[in-house]
């Protein structure tokens, strides 16, 4: 994206709210009151139905339409669901539950199709009768999906026949008709296709819906999903299909790494109407890895499942290694951080009237889950490590060496702090700060080089622009414990510069610049320095990523001039581009080597002038998935980064064929 920043507009009148001398009063009166009806809100306001109008919005109307399959699944009548991405653009979802219901519906006059389709909290989510357990909990999902979108038409298989209806823009264009038998079968086809007045893009990708769809078939055991892009370079196919549910979810989060137990630990009961299920499997790594699910969402906020999660496996390790002589009468039990080091796991739960905290269902709050997820997940953990001893005293000892390192890291942190206090108001040494105090307005850039920083210092408006050099081979976090992290060299005066802290002792408001920008050279070693900051970041201060703090600076490759005029290029593409625009013989082309061939005025230009620069913004979209491909490409095992490298290989020779 391009970074314009802007001065502020000036106020539009008096701060005290009183009328301007002379301003034109408009009457605030009954009719100033507007009702809209039926989905015109959603055509209105869609930020306050699916977040956004972005690329993530767009998508969100693939997974509302895919979630009440998968609430068929969970319901026992669902076992196949088929997605297609359309060679035009449009969706298709097909399953094999029950259909929609149709018939006269009693409160409207309407038929339940047509209500289901065209009127906000409306479906069977609410009176218990139709589900008793499922995703969706607003009952805004298919109608939200027919607002924004240009057309859509279902067809449900019930009662025997199959009945359709279509929809512009979330109004019916047709009556509810039936169109022949159903043959025996049931369920419902919904197809749609997104509306351009709506949306800033109409660009599905293919990863993120098959990740997604993966995520379902792992959560559901025994369900089938096929997906299908029709669309041209190149048309594409996945099925996901999981038997193992949750083992093998957690088996796939931890592939190309070394485990210390091939079989995960396994748990899952039924109390009452609540079903639990957990998986868990540790690693050699360091970095605790939880996803957890409410009836199919991830909560990524957590909640009282993953409260009662940790509290069992705390207790539960604490237990096996004192009954076992492992932890001594004197020695300090094991704390949640230790037992966490290395951990893979994913918690389920399904339950039927699930609370979450706020529409966006991030967190959830229902207070009995805790003690029944608690009980569930104790009892499976026991029944393991009685049952595989070699394996449990690997777990435990691999606890106590997280126990004697976070104890070292305490000292390390402290340190840094220590070192931070004396020096009082002094921050490091290579760290060109701004003028500005208010961190909502002040960068940072991190440049690889002392060469490419002193451009950067030269350059920069120092005003509101910070810079930080940093020289050498930086430390890889993926392969490092806390205590030898706060110990580096490289990475210390980071930490410092930053001012908010690091790991358990990170505070967001204590940040001392909302833009973080990497600023390395456009080659292979400034993607691999690249590299090694994100996953720093990653895995040592994911606020920053999350509140949306750290960006990547795009800087030139090649300077094409005519002697009067000059255009950069990022790339070998936009070289040749730039050359064709021109339509000159006698053309000087520079490539650079690095940022440090640079001057600068050319830095300035190019990388770090607002009004001119182009900043990619560092987004965690799946946050599993990002987890998998670090450990991938940082990690310590070097088949599954080979593996990666030669599958991307192969792709760029198809695509240029």
Known sequence: MTDQLTKPAAPAGPANGRKAKGAAEVAYTAESIQVLEGLEAVRKRPGMYIGSTDARGLHQLIWEVVDNSIDEAMAGHATLIELTINADGSVTNRDNGRGVPVGKQKQTGRDALEVVHTVLHAGGKFGGGGYKVSGGLHGVGVSVVNALSEKLRVESAFGGQVWFQEYARGKPTTKVSAIGSSNGRTGTLTSFTPDAQIFETLEWNFETVAQRLRESAYLNKGLWIKFVDERPSPKREKSFYFEGGLISFVRHLNRGRDVLHPRPMYAERRDGSTQVEAAIQYNDGYSENVFAFANNINTVDGGTHVTGFRAALTASLNDYARKNAILKDNDANLSGDDVR??????????????????????????????????????????????????????????????????????????????????????????????????????????????????????????????????????????????????????????????????????????????????????????????????????????????????????????????????????????????????????????????????????????????????????????????????????????????DFIKARARQVQNLDV
């Not at 435990?396 to 305490?410: H, N, Y």
């Not at 060109?432 to 451009?455: N, Y």
């Not at 080597?593 to 990619?616: D, I, S, Y």
Request: charged share 30%; hydrophobic share 40%; aromatic share 6%.
């Open 341 to 642: 080091e290395g951990l893979t796991a994913v918690v389920s739960v399904k339950l039927t009237d699930p609370q979450f905290e706020g529409q966006t269902k991030a967190k959830l709050g229902n207070a009995d889950v805790k003690g029944q997820v608690q009980a569930a997940v104790t009892e499976g953990i026991n029944r393991y490590l009685e049952e595989n001893p070699q394996d449990a005293r690997r777990i435990v000892e691999k606890s106590l060496l997280a126990a004697r390192a976070r104890d070292a890291a305490r000292k390390a942190r402290d340190l840094v702090i220590r070192k931070s206090a004396l020096e009082g108001s002094a921050l490091p040494g290579k760290l060109a700060d701004c003028q500005e105090r208010d961190p909502a307005k002040s960068e940072l850039f991190i440049v690889e080089g002392d060469s490419a920083g002193g451009s950067a210092k030269q350059g920069r408006d120092r005003h509101f622009q910070a810079v930080l050099p940093m020289f050498g081979k930086m430390l890889n976090v993926e392969k490092a414990r806390i205590d030898k992290v706060l110990g580096s060299e490289k990475i210390r005066p980071l930490i410092i510069a930053l001012g908010a802290g690091i790991g358990e002792t990170f505070d967001i408001a204590k940040l001392r610049y909302h833009k973080i920008i990497l600023l390395a050279d456009a080659d292979v070693d400034g993607a691999h320095i690249r590299t090694l900051l994100m996953t720093f970041f990653y895995r040592h201060m994911p606020f920053i990523i999350e509140g949306g703090h750290l960006y990547i600076a795009q800087p030139p490759l090649f300077r094409v001039s005519t002697g009067k005029v000059t255009r950069y290029a990022k790339d070998e593409a936009d070289r040749e581009r730039v050359v064709k625009e021109f339509k000159a013989k006698n053309l000087t082309i520079q490539r650079f080597k690095g940022l440090g061939e640079m001057n600068a005025e050319q830095l300035w230009e190019t990388t770090m002038n607002p009004g001119t620069r182009t900043l990619l913004r560092a987004d965690i979209e799946d946050a599993s998935e990002a987890d998998r491909m670090f450990s991938t490409l940082m990690g310590e095992k070097v088949e599954p980064r080979r």
